[in-house]
């Protein structure tokens, strides 16, 4: 049984770490936005897994109040976009721009 | 498995200040606060700290990060990270003094759930046995919390509540704050 949380661990994981380099790279906003909410995701179901893992399942009561909190945070980020014009500017100016995009 | 957890999480947590420091892009930087303290959330959960997690979720990755946006959101200019190329050098030995004050510190930290450490050796029992009956509160963790550490909880309370009076203050004006860049003249409006 062990072995089959260690392979889901591990799997999770290495979504996180895509997410991570989406986030850190994304071109645009929305790529970011979107990174963040999967690594959200993602730490919600690790620690799902974890609380399974450890029999503690008091600890799913953390990730509903995390996906809760991705949620909204998700919103805020683009309802931002939506209202200020800058960052919209800004991510079409990054996208056209290959060369801003590749250390910010 | 939680070897690998704290191991996997650590080194995002590196990767993610790295990138907060490194990034220009000051909305690029808000989101990456967010998943810092979302990893330091799940650090404490492995680190079986649950409650702790909750408010590290509630306040980091909730409260900060819509507060960073809405900041941003009132900010007109400057949406990118001005960073001079000087390097200065008083603030690096700041911190790396501070840092290694702190590293010879955690030296007199007790182990993780060791039992002769000073906050397991002697209150801890008194409270398990005591608390109960003494403060009449079912749940021990709010029982030290509101009952026994009740003047600290009323201080950070105190503290709560005059940042969320400030915050209030600053964003629920009828007029919306934008803030110039220095130098800036008015006729874009």
Known sequence: MTIYFLVAGLAILIAMALGVCRALLGPSVFDRILAVNMFGTKAVLLIALYAFFSGRHDLLDISLLYSLLNFVGVIAALRLVERGKFFANDARVDAADPEASDDN | ?189
Do not use: W
């Open chain 2, 1 to 189: 498995m939680s070897l690998m957890l704290n191991l996997v999480l650590l080194v995002f947590l590196l990767v993610m200040a790295i990138a907060v420091l490194k990034t220009k892009h000051l909305f690029a930087m808000a989101m990456l606060f967010g998943l810092y303290s979302l990893l330091v959330a799940g650090l404490f959960v492995v680190l079986d700290a649950p409650d702790v997690a909750f408010t590290e979720a509630a306040v980091g990755t909730g409260i900060s990060t819509v507060l960073m946006l809405v900041t941003l959101a009132s900010i007109k200019d400057g949406h990118e990270a001005v960073s001079s190329t000087k390097r200065k050098i008083g603030p690096l030995i700041i911190c790396l003094v501070m840092g290694g004050l702190l590293i010879f510190g955690t030296h007199d930290i007790a182990k993780l759930g060791e039992i002769h450490s000073p906050p397991n050796d002697q209150v801890a029992a008194y409270y398990i046995t005591q608390g109960q009956a003494e403060t009449g509160v079912p749940n021990l963790v709010t029982a030290v919390l509101a009952s026994y550490r009740g003047f600290d909880t009323l201080g950070e309370v105190t503290v709560v509540l005059t940042a969320g009076i400030g915050v209030l203050l600053l964003l629920g004006q009828r007029r919306k704050i934008h803030v110039k860049k220095r130098g800036q003249t008015h006729d874009d409006q």
